[in-house]
């Protein structure tokens, strides 16, 4: 329409719900390349300014003739945010505030489209208003979610009429969507909030995930996350308070290793395929399990290590995601009393490792081990390698790895590896 909204059928006044999906649709398509006039965005924007509320900016309508609503006063704040409006604009800090007004409460009046669109608008505002949206969001959804029968994992289709006509997957859908947005939907802009980096002029994507206690299941706040990256610094980042993480990433190889680590725990390397990286989010959750003793690790934040002399001329060609470190690798660990006491009968060396295709020496204490690090993934992937060996080559106290490339005439394999730990079992 001339007037800049959009409505069911053609020929029909627009109206700032349908305007929403439209505006988000035309946004997806420019952001994937695609050609999008500029005088549709444009047109957008004038429609709000038809349902603003001249004596509440950044309250919005239906229609200009109706009452300024919730459910509205949040899609037209994600409009915005499409537009190019950031946190630090008076009229988004209205609508962040108007919206905390009307905190999501199932008893009372569970309107899940106002939900679903206040959670991606305060999701980009961040800040105390997201914070209180989602802390209370995710109690109210997670405690009225279904646990019996058929419908178990779903949610009761009740609330406004659109839940209702909707149905049960209508109603499940909104509320799952919910639940993800705050760690799967890339910010479109970086704010005051430290917690959200700028975007690096490298970057082609980015990863984010969850870290959580693998047993209870928990957040885990404060988690560090690790990406090395080629010819470059390593991107670490934080965990907030919700074990939400997430990192801008440059151009990487096709497979790639991201590990989290966490005081008291063991630290967690995933081999990652980067195929789907560019312009999108890459889903990576980790699942930490307490150190209770028996994993004696070489580094606390562990970091990918490369060994040979950079010429990838065997099977596997791998792309790496550093320079090579030489021909040799060595770390220490440490063997304490209570770890003797407590009869462990043997050991064993885990690692993740990719492009290995001749068999490498390993030395524990400067004792060679039988068995040689001689296998990696095919497909040039990191994947787990163990070795076992005998207890009594360690000592009290502090205790060495060393890992030597094989040569093979003029050429040293290229091979790496990450996250070197000593497991002691029964």
């Known amino acids: ?26 946004k997806s398509a420019s952001t994937a390349g695609l050609p999008v006039p500029r005088d549709a965005f ?51 800090q ?37 914070t ?21 994992g779903s949610w009761d289709p009740q609330g406004n009429e659109w839940s209702e ?5 209508y109603q499940t859908a909104l509320c799952t969507l919910m639940l993800e947005v705050y760690y799967r939907y890339l910010p479109m802009y970086s704010n005051d909030d430290p917690s959200i980096p700028e975007r690096p002029e490298d970057a082609v994507g980015t990863i984010a995930g969850v870290v959580r206690d693998a047993e209870t299941g928990q957040p885990l706040v404060g988690a560090t996350v690790r990406l090395d990256v080629p010819g470059g610094e390593p991107i670490l980042a934080q965990t907030d308070r919700d074990g939400f993480y997430y990192v ?33 989010v890459l889903d990576v959750d980790f699942d930490l399990w307490s150190d209770r003793g028996e994993v004696l690790m070489t580094e606390a934040v562990p970091e990918v290590h490369h060994l040979g002399d950079n010429r990838f001329e065997g099977r596997i060609n791998s792309q790496f995601q550093k320079e090579t470190e030489g021909v040799e690798y060595g770390s220490e660990f440490v063997l304490t009393a209570e770890h003797v006491t407590r009869r462990f009968r043997r050991a064993e060396v885990r690692l993740m490792v990719k492009g290995v295709q001749r068999r490498h020496s ?16 095919r497909d040039g992937s990191f994947g ?12 009290m106290g502090t205790n060495t790895i060393d890992l030597v490339a094989k040569p093979s005439n003029s050429d040293i394999d290229d091979f790496e590896f990450v996250n070197v730990q000593i497991h002691l079992l029964p």
Do not use: C
């Open 42 to 92: 444009e047109a957008g924007a004038d429609w709000l300014d038809r349902v603003s509320d001249p004596s509440r900016p950044g309250l919005y309508k239906y229609r200009p003739e109706r009452d300024v609503t919730p459910s509205m006063t949040a899609e037209a704040m994600f409009i915005q945010q499409l537009l190019g409006k950031t946190s630090a604009d008076p009229i988004m």
């Open 1 to 26: 329409r001339s007037e800049g909204g959009w409505r069911y059928d053609p020929g029909q006044d627009g109206d700032t719900s349908v305007l929403g999906w439209m505006m988000m649709a035309m």
């Open 248 to 280: 801008w990433a440059p151009e990487l190889p096709p497979f790639f290793a991201l590990t989290a680590a966490h005081d008291g725990y063991v630290p967690e390397s995933e081999n990652v395929y980067s195929s789907d990286l560019h312009e999108s």
């Open 384 to 395: 787990e390698f163990r070795v076992g060996f005998d207890l009594d080559l360690l000592r």
């Open 165 to 169: 006509l909707g149905g049960r997957v």
């Open 362 to 377: 390993l030395f524990i204490n400067g004792h060679l081990l039988d068995q040689k690090l001689d296998g990696a993934p």
């Open 94 to 130: 209205a609508s962040a505030a108007y919206i905390v007004e009307h905190l999501p409460n199932w008893d009372r009046d569970p309107n899940t489209y106002f939900w679903y669109y206040a959670s991606l608008a305060l999701f980009q505002h961040q800040g105390q208003a997201w």
């Open 132 to 152: 209180t949206w989602n802390e209370t969001l995710k109690r109210e959804l997670v405690e009225n979610q279904r646990k019996d029968g058929r419908a178990a």
